[in-house]
Nanobody, 124 residues
Framework: QVQLVESGGGVVQPGGSLRLSCAASGLTFSRYAMSWYRQTVGKERELVAALTGDGVITNYADSVKGRFTISRDNAKQTVYLQMNSLKPEDTAVYYC?????????????????WGQGTQVTVSS
């Protein structure tokens, strides 16, 4: 079955850096758009960054532009989120998400998978 496993979270001081990884298995990775979301208690999950299957097109939340970089290695079936200049407001559980298309005959249907999340805490 499909699995997305995040790693790389932890505690870091303001201004520091972390790199999150999300290793995928059980799917044809290059056919899936990948993204990172984050969520704090009492708030909705929000998009942080997204990347097309070929890695060409990216999209970032305004709050992380210029600080975070999303990338992928299709050979390793892994997507990354490099987070620099971290701020306390970046504290959250970070989730990776895979979105692809499956077909029932000629009818396409979007399919989505989520990882279990990894905690990032930015605090002095």
């Amino acid at each position: 079955q499909v699995q997305l496993v995040e790693s790389g979270g932890g505690v870091v001081q303001p201004g520091g850096s972390l790199r999150l990884s999300c290793a995928a298995s059980g799917l044809t990775f290059s056919r899936y758009a990948m993204s990172w979301y984050r969520q704090t208690v009492g708030k909705e999950r929000e998009l942080v960054a997204a990347l097309t299957g070929d890695g060409v097109i990216t999209n970032y939340a305004d709050s992380v532009k210029g600080r975070f970089t999303i990338s992928r290695d299709n050979a390793k079936q892994t997507v990354y989120l490099q987070m620099n200049s971290l701020k306390p407001e970046d504290t959250a559980v970070y989730y990776c998400k895979a979105v692809g298309t499956v077909y029932n005959g000629y009818t396409p249907r979007a399919i989505t998978y989520w990882g279990q999340g990894t905690q990032v805490t930015v605090s002095s």
